[in-house]
């Protein structure tokens, strides 16, 4: 039997409790009386500031009134808006081919900010292949770790990598988010992880250099930032869901 590569971070202290916590939020929030009847308008809702706290992280921030209204047209926040809408339909492949869906995801969000040679293409770096090899190795079920801390290996492995061209934070955070969805954390798309990590900027991009480093203090670091994100994505999606109840 081949050993589980991520059973060993479920040894890092604190680790596991702060990822069940964040679940445990998740769950709650999930379960709002809003859903029942306002689900689409409320996933739409959270898809959009998703959309737009992503593009913020890749140096291109609007209000979302402005996005809403429809008078951006960056094209970092335009590819994050593809992407956000693309998602939903991705969910099946991710589990099955996630380097065809990493492909997609970066045509999707490249599109218009780097040269159309290069969509949906990976570095050629046989190092970087190679990693993203590994990882769709977990991806398709390589893994038994809690899904928040797969995501979360997904979001960091991604960032470090930097394997495409432009808006590669785009990619990664869409990735993560379909390994939440993907795993039933999430299925419906609701949680705007992206939200919790841009309200946390310096930490997001601190904790994701020492996740970098594979060090149990920065990896520790990455997997609190990331459980902090999911409980604010939570609080984010019950403050959407309780506008439509009134």
């Not at 570095?123 to 390589?142: E, I």
């Amino acid at each position: 039997m081949i050993a589980d590569p991520l059973a060993p971070l479920l040894d890092l202290t604190g680790v596991a409790e702060e990822l069940a916590a964040a679940r445990d939020r998740a769950d709650e929030a999930l379960r709002h009386r809003a859903l029942r009847r306002q689900g689409g308008p409320v996933a739409a809702e959270a898809s959009l500031r998703g959309a737009v706290a992503s593009a913020a992280l890749e140096g291109s921030a609007y209000e979302v009134a402005d996005v809403r209204a429809g008078t951006v047209t960056d094209p970092v926040l335009q590819g994050a808006l593809r992407v956000a809408g693309a998602v939903g339909g991705l969910v099946d492949l991710w589990g099955t081919a996630p380097r065809q869906v990493l492909a997609r995801l970066h045509v999707l969000a490249a599109r218009g900010s780097v040269p159309e040679e290069e969509l949906g293409r990976p570095s050629g770096d046989p190092a970087v292949a190679a990693r993203l090899d590994g990882l769709a190795g977990l991806v398709t079920g390589g893994t038994s770790v809690p899904p928040i801390m797969l995501a979360a290996v997904v979001h960091g492995e991604l960032l470090a990598l930097r394997g495409f061209a432009g808006p590669n934070g785009v990619v990664a955070r869409a990735a993560a988010r379909l390994a939440l969805i993907g795993s039933g954390v999430d299925p419906r798309g609701l949680l705007a992880v992206e939200v919790g990590h841009q309200e946390r900027q310096p930490e997001y991009v601190g904790a994701a250099g020492a996740f970098a480093t594979g060090t149990p203090d920065g990896l520790r670091s990455w997997f609190h930032h990331y459980a902090e994100a999911v409980r604010r994505a939570a609080q984010e999606l019950t403050a959407i869901a309780d506008l439509f109840l009134r």
